[in-house]
């Protein structure tokens, strides 16, 4: 009797986890700047300055631990007065590499982790920054409040992301 209860509970399961909950997202965005990575990471790779090249970012604050270590957790306001909490979750200067994850926030996403690089350019003075995201939408449920469905949740990563790039370049192609 047992097997039996055991083996319709493993044939139930695939279907009870695809019932419920969202899928996972990802956005990946990459701009090439005409500037060696270690002026590009002067700007990109700290951590408690991110209103330094992203524009909706009005202002950048360490609550907890210390910045650009591992365990900082940074509080962003956006330029509308929404706020962002961030923990940094892996760092290296060496790499050029930061790994950080939203706690919480007004972007409609959830269980969001990020890594952005800057890695050697095609050139001696050139760069390449990639920022990649895995999320999935705020709304996990099956049926998504507006505005919180995997559409947004992507659409508005892609933004942020660009329009961060697209100002870091030229932030730092700047003399």
């Not at 055991?6 to 996972?24: E, N, Q, S, T, V």
């Not at 956005?27 to 700047?33: A, C, F, N, R």
């Not at 330029?79 to 290296?92: A, F, I, N, P």
């Amino acid at each position: 009797m047992k097997i039996r209860h055991i083996a319709l509970l493993a044939r139930a399961l695939p279907a009870l986890a695809f019932a419920h909950g969202a899928k996972k997202l990802s956005v990946e965005e990459s701009v090439e700047i005409k500037a060696p990575p270690a002026k590009v990471w002067e700007k990109a790779g700290q951590f408690g300055d991110l209103g330094a090249w992203l524009p909706p970012i009005k202002t950048t604050e360490i609550v907890a631990g210390k910045d650009n270590t591992v365990g900082a957790v940074r509080l962003l306001t956006t330029q509308d007065g929404g706020t962002v909490k961030e923990k940094l979750l892996k760092y290296s200067a060496a790499q050029r590499m930061m790994k950080y994850a939203i706690l919480g926030g007004v972007l409609p996403v959830s269980s969001y982790s990020a890594t952005l690089k800057v890695k050697q350019g095609p050139t001696k003075d050139s760069s390449i920054v990639v920022w990649h995201a895995n999320f999935k939408r705020k709304d996990i449920s099956d049926a998504p409040k507006a505005g919180e469905d995997d559409e947004t949740a992507t659409k508005t990563i892609h933004a942020v992301f660009r329009a961060g790039l697209d100002n870091l370049k030229a932030v730092s192609e700047s003399k």
